[in-house]
């Protein structure tokens, strides 16, 4: 095995854990299962997501943000809506 193959796979292993830590984490998965549905505020996603901390949520949404996951449609509403790229 080449030094080139370990490499991707070694890149593989790293995208697929990062993913898993996505889903593992429920909060940042209910995030983007809400915002594929359509953009939603955030008074909208605390009302939706009751189950977590107005905290967890707006972590959430900066972690997914940074991502490149979810993106701000309106910064003066507070509205989110997943990135036409999808985090690539």
Not at 7 to 15: D, E, P
Request: aromatic share 10%.
């Amino acid at each position: 095995m080449g030094n080139g193959e370990l490499k991707m796979r070694k890149g593989k292993n790293t995208g697929l854990n990062y993913v898993h830590s996505i889903i593992e984490n429920k909060c940042l998965y209910t995030l983007i299962l809400w915002l594929g549905f359509r953009p939603f505020n955030e008074d909208e996603l605390d009302q939706l997501m009751d189950k977590f901390s107005d905290k967890e949520i707006i972590d959430g949404i900066h972690r997914l943000q940074y991502a490149d996951i979810v993106e701000p449609m309106s910064i003066r509403d507070h509205c989110w809506n997943l990135t036409g790229g999808g985090g690539a």
